[in-house]
């Protein structure tokens, strides 16, 4: 059973606008989110974090949102640039698990020039 | 800035060989991983390690064995190939308690099984 759902296989959007990437859990055990990006034929890198103890994070032109009622999370990118095209992977640690980290599957975001 | 080496990008084997894929990261990282991305399935982590000499079966470990001799090297070994191992492979590391969760990633493997 996946426990971190990206139901978006795919989002496009033009250049300046915002990019709104969805993520949603299952296990309430889940204490930390992370986003990463991935380029064609590069490992992922990571992006952005945000503790169950926030609502928000924001670094730059990313924020990211974490709704717990929901179990709910959501990426935002404001202006979004070309080079903003990747894949983006949600991912979620849970808490007593030291190690691990449980990834969804991913959505690819195209900027449009 | 933390490197972690794959040392192929592009590996093509047969049914039934072993397979070495080897990952060396250089931050003295506690703990490494492999994980393999396929379409539609996004990363699953297949073997991790937080020390030496220490390893724990992720979500996928089938047909699949791990060694970590030294701490800033980790293989991953495929004991008899399949097809259905296609896949790209990922190594990461990461520090210990609190930062654990970034992980730094390798650039893949691709590994096509004949």
């Known amino acids: 059973d996946q426990q971190v759902k990206q139901n978006s296989p795919s989002l496009s959007v033009q250049e300046g606008r915002i990019s709104i990437l969805n993520c949603d859990y299952t296990?309430?055990?889940?204490?930390?989110f992370l986003w990463y990006k991935k380029y064609p034929a590069e490992g992922p890198t990571f992006l952005i974090s945000?503790?169950?103890?926030?609502d928000k994070n924001e670094d730059g032109r990313f924020t990211v949102f974490l709704n717990k009622s929901a179990k709910h999370l959501s990426l935002h990118i404001v202006p979004s640039q070309p080079g903003d095209s990747a894949v983006y992977f949600c991912a979620a640690s849970e808490r007593g698990s030291n190690y691990k980290l449980t990834f969804g599957k991913g959505t690819l975001l195209t900027v449009n020039p | 800035d933390v490197k972690v080496t794959q040392s192929s990008r592009y590996l093509v084997k047969r049914t039934g060989e072993k397979v070495f894929l080897e990952c060396v990261q250089d931050m003295d990282h506690e703990n490494m991983f492999w994980y393999r991305q396929d379409p539609g399935l996004g990363l699953r982590l297949i073997y991790f390690?937080?020390?030496?000499?220490?390893?724990e079966k992720g979500d996928i470990p089938e047909g699949y064995s791990v060694s970590r001799e030294k701490k800033e090297r980790f293989s991953l070994i495929l004991e008899s190939a399949s097809t259905n191992q296609t896949s790209m492979y990922l190594c990461?590391?990461?520090?210990?308690?609190?930062?654990?969760?970034?992980?730094?990633f390798g650039s893949g493997t691709q590994l096509s099984v004949l």
């Open positions: 990461a590391s990461s520090p210990p308690r609190g930062g654990f969760e970034k992980l730094f």
């Open positions: 390690s937080y020390d030496v000499k220490m390893k």
């Open positions: 296990n309430s055990m889940f204490d930390y």
């Open positions: 945000i503790s169950s103890i926030k």
